[in-house]
């Protein structure tokens, strides 16, 4: 059972280039999130799926898109890559049945932007 | 605004003693707190949850205090093994439809042999 899957594991980007972080779950989540961690700063979110073709902003959306064309994938495209995005960047699922049920986080993509 | 926060940044045990992590929450709407675990290089694993019309919740060595009065969550991890060894964060969920988890800064656990 291979659960979240990130994809790469860590990259290395020049300021202005773009990219795309790969996620995908194979546990028929509905809900799918990308979160950024940073020391002393703990995981904040990015962007949240509640299924395929929604999309929604969290606490820290700009300079990020996503789009959730399937249950299993939720890629995370950074544009225009700023120093200020080296981070380490999670994706994580849940599901709606039943009540209360956590996230699950895939092992990151470790980004570093020069 | 609301925060989730631990009054610990660090704790160190022996091996084989039980290890008490603190976290406290201030947004009284929470109504789903979990514990993770964090190993270096590795994502946050789920331990442990509890929803807030709960008071203790018990898993496999590990142990979950809810106090709503003082808005404290307290994660126990019985005979503590080096394996125990991580970050551990606290997260609430506050609610609405956005099922928005809000993450504590962590706590650093090291076993000592």
């Given at each position: 059972n291979a659960g979240v899957t990130q994809t790469p594991k860590f990259q290395v980007l020049k300021t202005g280039q773009s990219m795309t972080l790969q996620c995908a779950q194979?546990?028929?989540?509905?809900y799918m999130s990308w979160y950024r961690q940073d020391p002393g700063m703990g995981l904040r979110l990015i962007h949240y799926s509640v299924g395929a073709g929604i999309t929604d902003q969290g606490e820290v959306p700009n300079g990020y898109n996503v789009s959730r064309s399937t249950t299993e994938d939720f890629p995370l495209r950074l544009l225009s890559a700023a120093p200020s995005q080296t981070s380490v960047y999670f994706c994580a699922s849940r599901t709606f049945r039943g009540v209360d049920q956590p996230q699950h986080f895939g092992d990151g993509t470790r980004l570093s932007i020069l | 605004g609301e925060s989730v926060g631990l009054h610990l940044p660090t704790l160190s045990v022996q091996e084989g003693d039980n290890s008490i992590i603190n976290c406290a929450y201030?947004?009284?709407?929470?109504d789903y707190f979990i514990w993770y675990k964090q190993e270096s290089g590795k994502g946050p694993q789920f331990i442990i949850d509890i929803r807030s019309n709960m008071d203790k919740r018990q898993g496999q060595r590990v142990t979950v205090l809810l106090n709503k009065t003082v808005k404290h969550l307290s994660l126990q991890i019985a005979?503590?093994?080096?394996?125990?060894s991580a970050v551990y964060f606290c997260a609430e969920n506050s609610g609405g439809s956005n099922y928005k988890l809000t993450f504590g800064k962590g706590t650093l656990l090291t076993v000592n042999p």
């Open positions: 194979d546990m028929n989540h509905e | 201030s947004n009284s709407a929470s005979a503590t093994q080096p394996g125990d």
